[in-house]
T-cell receptor
Framework: AQSVTQLDSQVPVFEEAPVELRCNYSSSVSVYLFWYVQYPNQGLQLLLKYLSGSTLVKGINGFEAEFNKSQTSFHLRKPSVHISDTAEYFCAVNNFNKFYFGSGTKLNVKP | DTGVSQNPRHKITKRGQNVTFRCDPISEHNRLYWYRQTLGQGPEFLTYFQNEAQLEKSRLLSDRFSAERPKGSFSTLEIQRTEQGDSAMYLC????????????FGPGTRLTVT
């Protein structure tokens, strides 16, 4: 079975500062990797995905993530965050049509 | 709006009652998924359909849970004899078979069992 670990349950950061949200996964086979964002009382919205090719993936709202196969990581980054980025972020692995999600990281951007 | 829709958005029920949720996927999507999300956790896979066929069910899906997709379009998730532990957000997602493997999520139905 797959597992996804998001070590940081909450990340506080000041507006315009850089941020990195960490994600590690366990898998012995190739997987597809995703980051989703969830705003309060809303469903999940796709930020970005890694299927193959370049290990640096760019997504919406200025986010990017880097796939590192040797470290089985897929960390999410943004060079300068905005108040509107305050939300919960989920890393996910898609293996054989099933998504396995991490427990989420709440990003709290402070003015 | 052509996204995934779910009804109702909120449901409060008493323990022991039956509840049914509906999911309408994006119209051309042939795959439909159900997930459960409890407080402080990521969504957990429950089951998925390809067209009208239910292809996989998680062991999380006890005998009290049943899902259908009778015409390969909308789907229903029924919980019989609800328990307080069933309180959660139930999320539906849909996708196309193909290379992208991307799932589109609905807003969810929040169930509270009192």
């Amino acid at each position: 079975a797959q597992s996804v670990t998001q070590l940081d349950s909450q990340v506080p950061v000041f507006e315009e500062a850089p941020v990195e949200l960490r994600c590690n996964y366990s898998s012995s086979v190739s997987v597809y990797l995703f980051w989703y964002v969830q705003y309060p009382n809303q469903g999940l919205q796709l930020l970005l995905k890694y299927l193959s090719g370049s290990t640096l993936v760019k997504g919406i709202n200025g986010f990017e993530a880097e796939f590192n196969k040797s470290q089985t990581s897929f960390h999410l980054r943004k060079p300068s965050v905005h108040i509107s980025d305050t939300a919960e972020y989920f890393c996910a692995v898609n293996n054989f049509n099933k998504f396995y999600f991490g427990s989420g990281t709440k990003l709290n951007v402070k003015p | 709006d052509t996204g995934v829709s779910q009804n109702p958005r909120h449901k409060i029920t008493k323990r022991g009652q039956n509840v049914t949720f509906r999911c309408d996927p994006i119209s051309e999507h042939n795959r439909l998924y159900w997930y459960r999300q409890t407080l402080g956790q990521g969504p957990e896979f429950l089951t998925y359909f390809q067209n009208e066929a239910q292809l996989e069910k998680s062991r999380l899906l006890s005998d009290r849970f049943s899902a259908e997709r009778p015409k390969g379009s909308f789907s229903t998730l029924e919980i019989q004899r609800t328990e307080q532990g069933d309180s959660a957000m139930y999320l539906c997602a849909s996708s196309l078979t193909g290379e992208t493997h991307e799932q589109y999520f609905g807003p969810g139905t929040r169930l509270t069992v009192t």
